[in-house]
C-alpha cells in the first residue's frame, strides 16, 4: 500500500520518477490560457481567507458542493466565508476519485505546506493556517505566481477591454509577462439583435468610429487586433458549440449586419453565416499577425435556465456537448488555407468522442513552415483530469507527434490551480516511463528527459511568440 500524495505521487516505476524529478518538475510555466483577473495580479491583491482565493468563482468546486447537497447559500450566496469553506471541507472526502480531491490536496501541500487531509474535522485549522498566510506579502496574487514559477500568464479579454491593467503590469516592469489573449465571441454573438446592437455601439465609441456595415466592423475589429499586439497579445480565443457546414459569403453577411442593426431578428442559417464570414475574416487578421488562434469546441453552456436566471453564466450549468464537428471544421480550415492565411491553431474538444478526429484533422493542415503549426490542445474541462489527459496524450502520440506538443495550461480562474501543471506533467512522465519499463521506448534518459522539458516548456516558449 503507497502513502497518499508522495514526492512519487502518479509515477509508478523508476523511470517516471527520475524524468519527473530531474526534467518536468524543473521548467517553469508558460500559462497561455487562463481566465485570471489582470485586475487582481496589477493591484497585488492579497486574499482575506482562503475561500476567497479558493472559492471564488470556482464552478468546479460549486457542481461538487451542490451534487452534495449543499443549499445555494453554502455556495454562491450570502453565508460568511468560513460557513462556506466548512462547507466545502465536507464535501471533499465525497469526491474521491474526482480531479478534486487531488487537486484540493496539492493545492494545500504546494501552496501552503499543510500535509492534512481536508475534512469537516481538520477543516477549522486548515482554513486558520491557510488564511493567515494568505495575508502576508508572499502569498498575494503576484507572489503565488512567483511561487510556482510561472513566466508568462494570458488572460482572457473582451476586444473592448482597455487592457489598462495589462499596462500597468507593463509599465511597472513586472517579471511575469501578463498578456491578454483576443476573445471576440461577442462580435458574432447575433442571436440577440438588441444585445448585440448594444455591443457594437461599444466597439464604436472603444474605435472612435461609426459602425454601420461588416467592412467598418471588420475594421473595428483590426483595429482591435492592432492594440491587442501592441499590448503583447499573441492569442486569440473562441469558445464555440461547434462550427458551421454552411455556404458563406461577405455579401450575405453584410446584409445580415445590416438586418441585425436594425433590430431584426437573423433565421438560423443566417447566424451561422454571419459567424463563419467574422471567424474567416478575423483568422485573416491573426494570420497576418503571427498569431495562435484557439478553438474551444463542444461545450454546452447555460442548461439550467433557472439558475441562469438567479446567477447568469459561468457557475457550473454547464457540461459535454454532442455537435457535429468534424465537416464544418475540415471547411473552415481548408477556407483559411487556400489562400495560405491559416494562422497557427489549437484545437480543443470537450466530448471525447471527438480526441481522434481532431488528433487526425490538424495534420491535414501542418504544412512545414512552422514544427507543430496546428495542435491538438491539451484535455480541457471535464477532461482536464488523469483519464482525459491520458487519452488526449494517448491520441497525440499515436495519430501526431507528442515531441511537438506545446503543454498544458490552467484554464482557471483561480490563483491557487498552477499545481494542476504538475499533474500533467507527473502524468505525462508516467506515461513515457511506461512505454519505458515495457521496453516500447529506448531507456535513454537524456533523450526522453529533453523531450519532456520540451513538451513542458520550451514548445511554448518557441511556439508563442511572446519572448521575441
Known sequence: MKDFLTEDFLLENDTAKKLYADHAAKMPIIDYHCHLSPKDIAEDRVFKNITEAWLEGDHYKWRAMRT??????YVTGGKSDEEKFMKWAETVPDTLRNPLYHWTHLELQRYFDIPDILNGETAKSIYQESSEKLKSTPFSCRGLLRKM???VVCTTDDPIDDLKYHQQLRQEGFEVKILPTFRPDKLYAVEDATAYQAYVKKLGEVTGMNITSLAELLQ????RVDYFHEMGGRLSDHGLEQLYDVDFSSKLAAASFEKVMKGTALSTAEVQQFKMVLLVELSKMYHAKGWTQQYHLGAIRNNNSRMMRILGPDTGFDSIGDFSQVRALSKFLNELDTSD??????????????????ATMIGNFN???IAGKLQYGSAWWFLDQKDGMEKQINALSNMGM???FVGMLTDSRSFLSYPRHEYFRRILCNLIGRDVENGELPNDLNWLGKQVENICYYNARGYFGFYE
Open 402 to 404: 507528442l515531441s511537438r
Open 367 to 369: 504544412d512545414g513552415s
Open 149 to 151: 514559477k510561472v513566466e
Open 220 to 223: 473595428a475589429a483590426k483595429s
Open 68 to 73: 452534495n447537497g449543499v443549499d445555494e447559500e
Open 341 to 358: 492565411q491559416l494562422a497557427k491553431t489549437i484545437l480543443y474538444n470537450l466530448n471525447p468522442a471527438d480526441n481522434e478526429a481532431m
